[in-house]
């Protein structure tokens, strides 16, 4: 007799699960009251587009709602097994997705991490948006150099986002996966475009980098903030 872990190994088990969570997702969104800071900011990133939209590990699962229908988008989603559910949940939203193991040191040869940065900036560089995780695998909320190479290779700026719901379950692995919940406050929080100069030097690559986790922990401190209220409760004092 198969074990579980054999099934959920299936691809066709896999896809399915995927498929099932873009739904739950879905309706989660839908039954869930958004704020979105700063106000236009999704109008206003629109016209910079194509982007890179960084996220954190786990902090990730509501992100393919904030992009217009009209947009072009792709996902970087690692190979790893589990990788085909979030693929499936991905493609059945509306976006592509691109397989493979993104760099997060300065060099980008290794672990299939240069085919994954090559796809990245070849599809940056035919329009389409991509979105993907910062942080190192392993290590939370500290980013990484590959989303800063990429910066650099393409010429097109990051933006960090973070998406917080006020019910939501928690887990206690590595990088706090959040599952969010449907019927309640939640919030979309946007920082300002990095830029990465083609010619930057080891330090000004360390100083970007710095940059894209200081400004995701900033977003996700804000998006926690206005979902859960209490940054209304501070306002009255």
Avoid: C
């Amino acid at each position: 007799m198969l074990s579980l872990r054999q099934i959920t190994r299936s691809y066709r088990v896999q896809r399915a699960i995927g498929v099932t969570g873009a739904y739950y997702l879905r309706f989660v969104w839908h039954t869930t009251r958004f704020t979105i800071e700063p106000a236009g900011a999704v109008e206003r990133i629109v016209k910079q587009m194509p982007i890179i939209l960084a996220m954190w590990h786990g902090q990730h699962f509501l992100a393919p709602f904030l992009k217009p229908k009209d947009v072009r988008a792709k996902v970087l989603i690692s190979r790893h097994r589990d990788g085909e559910i979030n693929a499936a949940a991905v493609e059945a939203l509306g976006s592509e997705t691109i397989r493979g193991s993104g760099s997060h040191g300065p060099d980008i040869s290794g672990k299939g991490g240069l085919f994954a940065f090559n796809a990245v900036v070849r599809a940056l560089e035919t329009g389409f948006t991509v979105a993907m995780t910062a942080d190192v695998p392993k290590v939370s909320r500290v980013a990484g150099f590959g989303i800063i190479k990429i910066a650099q290779m393409s010429g097109r700026p990051i933006y960090p986002v973070a998406i917080a719901t006020r019910r939501r379950i928690v887990l206690g692995n590595w990088d706090r996966t959040t599952i969010n919940l449907p019927f309640g406050r939640g919030a979309a929080v946007a920082g300002g475009p990095i830029y990465v100069p083609q010619d930057a030097d080891d330090a000004t690559l360390e100083l970007a980098r710095r940059a894209v986790e200081e400004a995701l922990n900033a977003a996700t401190s804000r998006a926690y903030e206005l979902a859960d209220g209490t940054a209304e409760d501070a306002a009255r004092g």
